[in-house]
Each structure stands twice: as structure tokens, then as C-alpha cells.
């Protein structure tokens, strides 16, 4: 999963030099550059890899961030889930989801530097926007999940993560947008299992630490 799809990208990368796109609407591939500013913190190869992927470049990415924040903060904005349909378009599908005895709706919609993710938002009674990041997409095999060493960044998403390693106890993340996860996972060459921390940035496994070093 962790790999984006650089042929399902638009562009094959740009010239670092050249002028940053022009101001315009807010669209999915803006949203793309927000995902990965918040992910730049932890794995900047990566992200300008997907950078280049998308043909845009760091001041776009920049902008893209800044304006995304100026709509969160805005006073008298949209709500959160008629922003994401501003931006986003229709869901590409709507999934009925069950949490407790509370009946959620969550709404997925693609993400092309991640063919086999989707961005989900999960509404609660009253259409409250109660989470916000990637899952698997439907019917998309996800990683197998064995080793410390299948917890690459970008390898799995935090449920697949915690169901891999469970028991998994949530901590509470160090930004917004960010999850944190405690488990112990085998060593791949001594078998001997550690405790570790990963960290995950919009659902998004960015690394590992290790508490006993």
C-alpha cells in the first residue's frame, strides 16, 4: 500500500525552477499537498518524491497548506463535511458503519497518490464529522503485517496496524491530524518482540520508536 502511483499522478515532475501554479479553487490536488505537508515532518524523501509525482512544487504545497488552514479557521466557514464536498466532489461511496449502539455513515473518496487508499470522513448522529483520515479501499488487499520490518512509512493505515499487532493501545498524538499507536511487534531476524510507538500522520504510518532504545 505504501507506494504512490506515479502514472496515476499528473505530470512526471517538475522543473524545480519553474513558476508555482496560479491561484484558483481549492481542488482534490490541493488537498493531496496538504496531506503530504503534514506528512513532510517525518518522511521528506517520500513526500517530495510525490511531490514531483504530482508536478508541483514547494511553494505549491505551501499555499495548498496555508489556504486549508484559512477554511478551518475561518469564521462562518462550511462545516467540515460540506467542506470536504466543496473540495473533494461527491463521495465516491457511502458505507453504513456501526460504532457501539451508534449508527455512523462514513464517506469515502479516492486519493490517486494512493490507488488503494481512500479518504474517509466518519459522520455521527447529527452528521458531526467525528474522524478524518485514510483507510484501505474497499476491497484492496492490505499489507501483510508480520515483522518490525513490514512498518515502513507509508506500509498500513492505523486499523490495519492494531489488528495486526493487538493488542494496540491508543496514545494521544503529538499534532492534529496525528495518531499514535503502542504495541509489541516481533524482531524480523531474532523473533524477540519490542516495544514500539508508531506515529501516524492523517492515518498514514510515518515511523517507529522504540521507548527502551
Not at 137 to 165: N, Q
Not at 190 to 195: D, Q
Request: proline share 11%; charged share 25%.
Amino acid at each position: 500500500m505504501g507506494r504512490m502511483s506515479a502514472s496515476s499522478a499528473a505530470g512526471s515532475g517538475p522543473d524545480p525552477s519553474r513558476a508555482s501554479r496560479p491561484p484558483g479553487p481549492f481542488t482534490p490536488l490541493d488537498f493531496q499537498l496538504v496531506l503530504l505537508r503534514r506528512m513532510a515532518d517525518h518522511n521528506p524523501g517520500l513526500v517530495e518524491d510525490a511531490r514531483h509525482a504530482l508536478g508541483t512544487s514547494i511553494t505549491d504545497m505551501r499555499e495548498a497548506n496555508r489556504r486549508w488552514q484559512a477554511m478551518l479557521h475561518a469564521r462562518g466557514g462550511r462545516a467540515a463535511v460540506s467542506r470536504y464536498r466543496s473540495v473533494l466532489g461527491p463521495p465516491e461511496a457511502s458505507v453504513p458503519r456501526k460504532i457501539g449502539d451508534l449508527e455512523c455513515e462514513a464517506l469515502l473518496w479516492p486519493v490517486p497518490l494512493w490507488p488503494d487508499l481512500r479518504f474517509e470522513v466518519l459522520l455521527g448522529p447529527n452528521a458531526a464529522v467525528w474522524n478524518e483520515w485514510l483507510v484501505r479501499a474497499p476491497g484492496a488487499p492490505g499489507p501483510a503485517l508480520r515483522t518490525l520490518a513490514d512498518l515502513t512509512p507509508w506500509s498500513c493505515t492505523v486499523d490495519e496496524a492494531a489488528r495486526a499487532f493487538a493488542p494496540a493501545r491508543p496514545m494521544e498524538g503529538t499534532a492534529p491530524t496525528r495518531w499514535r499507536l503502542a504495541f509489541t511487534a516481533p524482531d524480523a531476524d531474532s523473533g524477540e518482540r519490542r516495544r514500539c510507538v508508531a506515529e501516524f500522520t492523517w492515518g498514514l504510518l510515518q515511523r517507529l520508536s522504540f521507548p527502551e532504545g
